[in-house]
């Protein structure tokens, strides 16, 4: 029996005008997300995500929430057309998304995590001077030893934030040092990708903004997850309001377990992986994971009637 998974992107896959076609397909969601949103972030994320510029997204504090909100739009959509999930995960910053999806946090008090928690991390780059890295090739290992050696010869701070594929894997830190190992990446012929992040994501250097951060958890109402969820944190399910917590107060120093993320979807019968919001991340990432799975990005409203059609015909 096919079995199908709902991913949320993180940070990266915003992008202008993207929720211009979504706007147009339902033009409710206007109000009752975006205009919602922008009462209580004070943020005009309707007009940026609409007709916004690439510029409007350079501040964490907006391109996550931006990302955030729209995920949950094109949710929306799937659910008013009687579609559900039967697991959930988020990468990321989707992990947000992934909670709401699954019954586990109440999509405002989401939303103010989710600005709380860009705010930090850009308040940590600033003062330590942070840069982020995608690394196409290396094994995950080599990449381990050039970040001690990295450490070793700057004094700075740098490590794997991030396994996102088979030999995509994700450097963060503090800007000398990751810098050097990309440079010592690329010698070996592998494919460097700067990632805007805003800050030192998935790193040690967040210590001290995750004690800050788990005192707004703490005061958040978390429920247990009524669709099953898998974390990226640790790369396994979800299965109590406490086990929530944890992960996302670990979120912020733990690396990305992606790959082991989509492997236990696939292990429990998921065969057909829809990326609900903006880009197409995740689907790339899901067909090295999974060279055979069926994957449905939503990004535009073609792709998201694509989807639509594709799972109608899946539940009948």
Not at 163 to 187: C, F, I, K, L
């Amino acid at each position: 029996m096919s079995r199908t998974a709902f991913l949320f992107p993180g940070q990266g896959s915003e992008c202008a005008g993207m929720a211009r076609e979504l706007l147009a397909l339902r033009p409710d969601l206007a109000d009752t997300h975006y205009r919602t949103a922008d009462d209580l972030l004070g943020i005009p994320l309707a007009r940026i995500c609409r007709d916004g510029s690439p510029r409007d997204f350079e501040d964490p504090a907006v391109a996550q929430p931006a990302v955030f909100l729209t995920s949950l739009a094109v949710l929306e959509v799937l659910r008013g057309e009687g579609l559900a999930p039967d697991a959930v995960a988020g990468h990321s910053l989707g992990e947000y998304a992934a909670l709401v999806a699954a019954g586990v946090l109440e999509w405002t008090e989401a939303l103010w995590l989710v600005r709380l928690r860009s705010e930090l991390v850009a308040t940590v780059g600033d003062r330590v001077g942070s840069a982020t890295v995608a690394v196409i090739g290396p094994r995950r290992t080599d990449l381990m030893r050039m970040c001690a050696e990295a450490r070793a010869a700057t004094g700075q701070v740098v490590e794997v934030a991030g396994d996102n594929g088979p030999r995509q894997t994700v450097v963060s830190g503090q800007a000398e040092a990751v810098e050097r190992v990309a440079r010592e990446a690329a010698v070996t012929g592998a494919r460097i990708a700067w990632l805007r992040a805003g800050g030192p994501f998935h790193s040690s250097l967040l210590d001290e903004a995750e004690a800050e951060f788990t005192e707004t958890l703490m005061a958040t109402e978390f429920r247990d997850p009524a669709v099953p969820l898998v974390s990226g944190v640790t790369g396994g399910w979800v299965t109590t309001a406490a086990e929530a917590v944890v992960a996302l107060r670990g979120q912020l120093t733990s690396p990305v377990r992606w790959t082991q993320a989509v492997g236990a979807l696939a292990t429990a019968g998921a065969d057909r992986f829809v990326e609900v919001g903006p880009g197409q991340v995740l689907s790339g990432l899901v067909r090295h994971i999974l060279p055979g799975a069926r994957v449905h990005p939503t990004h535009t409203a073609g792709r998201l009637a694509e989807a639509v059609g594709a799972l109608s015909t899946t539940a009948v």
